[in-house]
């Protein structure tokens, strides 16, 4: 036990350095690290102010307020912020894989995935959780304890757009080249994280909680939040945890086909 908590101390400091590095050599651009945060706030923007016309005309849509619409834009785009500016390197796995670009990586005394993923940093992603930030705070108004289940939730949706990131890409290891494929899967992902998971019904609900673990970042976070549910909460982290493993499983069993792409690659 206390080997596995040294190990994971030792990780997250390694995570933190990678962090604060990345975040440091964005900022060797402020320009461009600020207009690329202001563009996703805008972006994001735009359907708030969708959402919020639609609900000037009706009071709720399957039972759901604005609120409650702007409470999962929020853990969406929230939890898209924070995985992505931790785990920028997700957003780019398959590409790594099927380029053949892993060498570089292997060659660190450290576990593979869990180091590869927190390489690289999107500038983008902190436009997300600013976004998350002033949306929830400033148009929800949550108390205190709302906030922070709505914190805890956010890094639970984190973990499900990591997870189904990995899992997406290690379509390379079997297909080659299946970038557009682990794109698509997370633009997926993230359309159906946003809408109020009551328009969903039957096979599709289903299809929510398993194949696109969306139901996992819109569905179960808002129930739990609307009530702060233990209960509820823990679904949501199980859930979560589940897409993790299993996209670690495969990035594992698919790496025994990963063929090398023979680069010359140096970092810093």
């Known amino acids: 036990m206390f080997k596995l908590t040294s190990k994971l101390i030792n990780y997250l400091s390694m995570a933190w350095s990678y962090v604060r590095l990345n975040f440091f050599a964005q900022m060797e651009y402020k320009a461009a690290f600020w207009s690329q945060v202001i563009g996703m706030i805008l972006n994001n923007c735009v359907w708030i102010v969708f959402w919020s016309v639609f609900f000037t005309r009706f009071d709720n849509l399957g039972g759901w307020t604005v609120k409650d619409v702007l409470t999962v834009w929020s853990i969406s785009a929230g ?3 924070l995985a992505y500016s931790i785990c920028g ?3 780019g796995l398959a590409s790594l894989i099927s380029n053949g670009r892993l060498d570089a990586w292997m060659l660190y005394p450290r ?3 869990s180091h590869l993923l927190i390489g690289r940093m999107s500038a983008t992603a902190f436009g997300d959780i600013l976004f998350a930030l002033i949306v929830y705070v400033f148009f929800v108004r949550p108390d205190l304890p709302h906030f922070l289940w709505f914190c805890a939730l956010t890094i639970s949706a984190a973990v499900v757009f990591v997870g189904f990131s990995i899992l997406t890409s290690c379509l390379s290891f079997f297909l080659g080249n299946a970038d557009a494929l682990a794109e698509n899967g997370r633009f997926a992902l993230v359309t159906f994280s946003t809408y109020p998971a009551s328009i969903f019904q039957g096979a599709l609900k289903l299809l929510l909680f ?7 970042v819109s569905y179960l976070p808002v129930e739990a939040l609307r009530e702060l549910s233990v209960e509820k909460t ?5 859930g979560s945890l589940s897409v993790l493993v299993v996209g670690v499983v495969v990035f594992y069993w698919g790496l025994r086909r990963y063929e090398s792409g023979n680069l010359m690659e140096m970092r810093g």
Do not use: D, E, R
């Open 210 to 216: 398993t194949v696109i673990p969306a139901g996992f």
């Open 79 to 81: 939890g898209y912020g």
């Open 234 to 238: 823990l679904m949501c982290f199980a």
């Open 89 to 91: 390197n997700a957003l």
């Open 111 to 113: 576990a593979l995935l």
